[in-house]
């Protein structure tokens, strides 16, 4: 009984922890050559300063990063879907893909949990580095 009672407390902090980073379904991109990507998505109900955020942590991690409309012209397109007011991300996916449109890696993120005291602290790029960092955290 004591090692059931065990083993179920130790499952729920494990999930629990889990959920309260905010980031999940995290497939990390291999490639450690990448020095470019181009953003690709809808801004209309993200924050304000999206592309800006997503910028500055790509930055963090040696990539530049422009705003297209079109994939022409980029061997590396960042698919962004964000949803959320006009200072947090509620909720946002990120997917690298290749000119062929192969899915290189790929996060979700869910504003939720310990996150949500997480973000008062360190707002809008918090959440950009969380996510940024996770989908290259090979490189």
Request: aromatic share 4%.
């Amino acid at each position: 009984m004591k090692k059931l009672l065990l083993s179920s407390l130790l499952f729920s902090s494990f999930v629990l922890s889990a959920c309260s980073s905010g980031v999940n379904d995290v497939k990390p991109v291999e490639s450690k050559n990448i020095k470019e990507v181009c953003l690709k998505g809808s801004i209309r109900k993200a924050p304000d300063e999206i592309v800006e955020a997503l910028t500055k942590s790509l930055k963090q991690k040696r990539i530049t990063a422009r705003l297209v409309k079109k994939d022409e012209g980029c061997s590396h397109i960042l698919h962004f879907s964000v949803k959320g007011n006009s200072k947090i991300i509620a909720r946002a996916r990120l997917d690298l893909r290749d000119s062929n449109k192969l899915s290189l890696g790929s996060v979700s993120y869910k504003h939720r949990g310990d996150e949500a005291d997480r973000v008062k602290q360190v707002g809008l790029q918090g959440q950009t580095d969380l996510m940024i960092n996770e989908l290259f955290k090979n490189n």
